[in-house]
C-alpha cells in the first residue's frame, strides 16, 4: 500500500502553524459547520436501536434515497436500485473487491483522481490505468471496472452529457462497471453537473452512481452514503456486504432520511460554500495563480507552474495549509488543491494573508 498521502504534510502543517493567527487548514474537504437540526433531532430520536439494522437499509431510507435521486438526478426511478453506504469512502475502497476483481483485472481511473479509487484497486490484487481517455486503453485489456468523478475532486472539472454517453456506451460494450462518484453533484457553481444515471436513457445495467451526504448536509461524522444504479449490480454488492456486516448504524439511517427531506439546509450550506469560494478565488488570482477547471465542487485547483511542494511552502509561510497535486496523481505535481471547507473567520484570515 502507498503510504497515506496527508502524513507528508505533517511539516507544511507544523510550520502553517506557528503563524502568529494560527493555521488556516484549506488542505482537506471535511465540513466545519453545524449539522442541521432536524438531523440531529431525527437522529437522537433513533438512539434506543438495540437490535441489528440492516444492510439494505430501512424501507424509508430506500423510499429517500430512491426520491432523492430520481429528483436531484433527473431520471426515473423505475429499474433503479438503491443500497446505503457507510459513507462513500468506504464504498470506494471496498468496490473493486466486492465486485469480484482480483489479479489480471484493471482498474481505470482519471489520471488526476481520488487518491482511494487506486486504493481500492490495490486492495483487490487488480491493475490500475490512470487515463482520461478510454482509446487508450487496450482492446485486450480485462478492464473490469471504470471510476468517473463528475465533479472532480480535486480538479472541479464536470463532465458533459455527450462524454457520459460515451462512457456508458464503452463500458456496456465490454461488460465492465462504470462507477460515477458523484459527492459534489449538488455544488455546481458555474453550470449544473450531470449524474451520469441521467446518461442511461432509462436503463442502468453496467452502471452504478456513488453518493455521499458528507458535503451536501455536513455529516462527514455520520459516515452517510449511498449507491443507485444497476439493480443486478446492487444486488451483488448486497449480498456480499450482508457477509462482511457492512452495515448504516440504525440512527444513522434514521437522520439520512430526516437529511434526504429537508433540501432547506442543503441550500443554506451551499450558499455558505458559495460565499467562501467567492472570497478565495479571487484572492488566489491576486496572489498571481492560475485557477484551472474549478467549475462545481468544494476545492480551486491552482497553479502558477511551479513544483507544487514549492507552492505548499509558500502558503505554509502564510499560515495556510493546501494539499499538493501530486497526491492527486502524477499529472497534479504542478498544481495545489485548495479547499472551501474552513469556517467564515478563518476564510477571511486566509484572503487577509494572500491580498495584504
Same mark, same amino acid.
Given at each position: 500500500m502507498p503510504d497515506f498521502p496527508w502524513d507528508r504534510l505533517r511539516p507544511a502543517k507544523e510550520q502553517a502553524a506557528a503563524h502568529p493567527d494560527g493555521v488556516v487548514d484549506l488542505s482537506v474537504g471535511t465540513p466545519v459547520d453545524p449539522v442541521p437540526e432536524p438531523v440531529r433531532a431525527a437522529l437522537c430520536a433513533a438512539a434506543d436501536s438495540p437490535g441489528y439494522p440492516t444492510v439494505a437499509g430501512t424501507a424509508r431510507l430506500r423510499e429517500a434515497i430512491t426520491e432523492w435521486v430520481a429528483t436531484r438526478c433527473g431520471v426515473s426511478p423505475e429499474q433503479l436500485a438503491v443500497l446505503p453506504t457507510i459513507g462513500s469512502k468506504e464504498l470506494v475502497a471496498a468496490l473493486p473487491a466486492q465486485l469480484g476483481l482480483g489479479p489480471g483485472d484493471t482498474v481505470v481511473v482519471p489520471s488526476i483522481s481520488y487518491p482511494t479509487y487506486e486504493v481500492g484497486a490495490l486492495l483487490a490484487g487488480a491493475s490500475v490505468v490512470r487515463s482520461d481517455s478510454l482509446t487508450a486503453v487496450g482492446p485486450s485489456s480485462r478492464t473490469r471496472l471504470v471510476w468517473v468523478n463528475s465533479p472532480a475532486n480535486p480538479t472541479g472539472r464536470v463532465l458533459p452529457m455527450a462524454h457520459l454517453r460515451k462512457l456508458v456506451a464503452w463500458a456496456r460494450e465490454r461488460g465492465a462497471v462504470l462507477a460515477s462518484d458523484e459527492c459534489y453533484l449538488t455544488l455546481g457553481w458555474e453550470g449544473d453537473p450531470i449524474s451520469v444515471l441521467a446518461a442511461c436513457d432509462g436503463r442502468?445495467?453496467?452502471?452504478?452512481?456513488?453518493?455521499?451526504?458528507?458535503?451536501?448536509?455536513?455529516?462527514?461524522?455520520?459516515?452517510?452514503? #449511498?449507491?443507485?444504479?444497476? *439493480? $443486478?449490480?446492487?444486488?451483488?454488492?448486497? =449480498?456480499?456486504?450482508?457477509?462482511?456486516?457492512?452495515?448504516?448504524?440504525? *440512527?444513522? @439511517?434514521?437522520?439520512?432520511?430526516?437529511?434526504?427531506?429537508? $433540501?432547506?439546509?442543503?441550500?443554506? @450550506?451551499? =450558499?455558505?460554500?458559495?460565499?467562501?469560494?467567492?472570497?478565495?478565488?479571487?484572492?488566489?488570482?491576486?496572489?498571481? #495563480?492560475?485557477? =484551472?477547471?474549478? $467549475?462545481?465542487?468544494?476545492?480551486?485547483?491552482?497553479?502558477? @507552474?511551479? *513544483?507544487?511542494?514549492?507552492?505548499v511552502a509558500w502558503f505554509a509561510e502564510r499560515g495556510i495549509l493546501v494539499s499538493p497535486g501530486e497526491f492527486y496523481g502524477p499529472g497534479g505535481d504542478h498544481h495545489v488543491r485548495v479547499a472551501l471547507t474552513a469556517s467564515d473567520e478563518r476564510v477571511a484570515a486566509a484572503v487577509s494573508r494572500l491580498t495584504g
Amino acid at each position: 500500500m502507498p503510504d497515506f498521502p496527508w502524513d507528508r504534510l505533517r511539516p507544511a502543517k507544523e510550520q502553517a502553524a506557528a503563524h502568529p493567527d494560527g493555521v488556516v487548514d484549506l488542505s482537506v474537504g471535511t465540513p466545519v459547520d453545524p449539522v442541521p437540526e432536524p438531523v440531529r433531532a431525527a437522529l437522537c430520536a433513533a438512539a434506543d436501536s438495540p437490535g441489528y439494522p440492516t444492510v439494505a437499509g430501512t424501507a424509508r431510507l430506500r423510499e429517500a434515497i430512491t426520491e432523492w435521486v430520481a429528483t436531484r438526478c433527473g431520471v426515473s426511478p423505475e429499474q433503479l436500485a438503491v443500497l446505503p453506504t457507510i459513507g462513500s469512502k468506504e464504498l470506494v475502497a471496498a468496490l473493486p473487491a466486492q465486485l469480484g476483481l482480483g489479479p489480471g483485472d484493471t482498474v481505470v481511473v482519471p489520471s488526476i483522481s481520488y487518491p482511494t479509487y487506486e486504493v481500492g484497486a490495490l486492495l483487490a490484487g487488480a491493475s490500475v490505468v490512470r487515463s482520461d481517455s478510454l482509446t487508450a486503453v487496450g482492446p485486450s485489456s480485462r478492464t473490469r471496472l471504470v471510476w468517473v468523478n463528475s465533479p472532480a475532486n480535486p480538479t472541479g472539472r464536470v463532465l458533459p452529457m455527450a462524454h457520459l454517453r460515451k462512457l456508458v456506451a464503452w463500458a456496456r460494450e465490454r461488460g465492465a462497471v462504470l462507477a460515477s462518484d458523484e459527492c459534489y453533484l449538488t455544488l455546481g457553481w458555474e453550470g449544473d453537473p450531470i449524474s451520469v444515471l441521467a446518461a442511461c436513457d432509462g436503463r442502468y445495467d453496467r452502471v452504478l452512481s456513488v453518493h455521499s451526504l458528507s458535503k451536501r448536509s455536513n455529516l462527514a461524522g455520520y459516515r452517510a452514503g #449511498f449507491i443507485a444504479g444497476d *439493480p $443486478e449490480l446492487v444486488g451483488q454488492l448486497w =449480498e456480499v456486504r450482508k457477509h462482511s456486516g457492512a452495515i448504516v448504524p440504525a *440512527p444513522v @439511517q434514521a437522520a439520512m432520511v430526516a437529511a434526504l427531506a429537508d $433540501e432547506q439546509h442543503a441550500r443554506a @450550506q451551499r =450558499e455558505r460554500y458559495a460565499t467562501r469560494r467567492a472570497l478565495l478565488r479571487p484572492a488566489l488570482v491576486k496572489a498571481g #495563480f492560475t485557477v =484551472e477547471h474549478s $467549475e462545481a465542487g468544494l476545492y480551486l485547483w491552482i497553479t502558477r @507552474q511551479e *513544483p507544487c511542494w514549492q507552492t505548499v511552502a509558500w502558503f505554509a509561510e502564510r499560515g495556510i495549509l493546501v494539499s499538493p497535486g501530486e497526491f492527486y496523481g502524477p499529472g497534479g505535481d504542478h498544481h495545489v488543491r485548495v479547499a472551501l471547507t474552513a469556517s467564515d473567520e478563518r476564510v477571511a484570515a486566509a484572503v487577509s494573508r494572500l491580498t495584504g
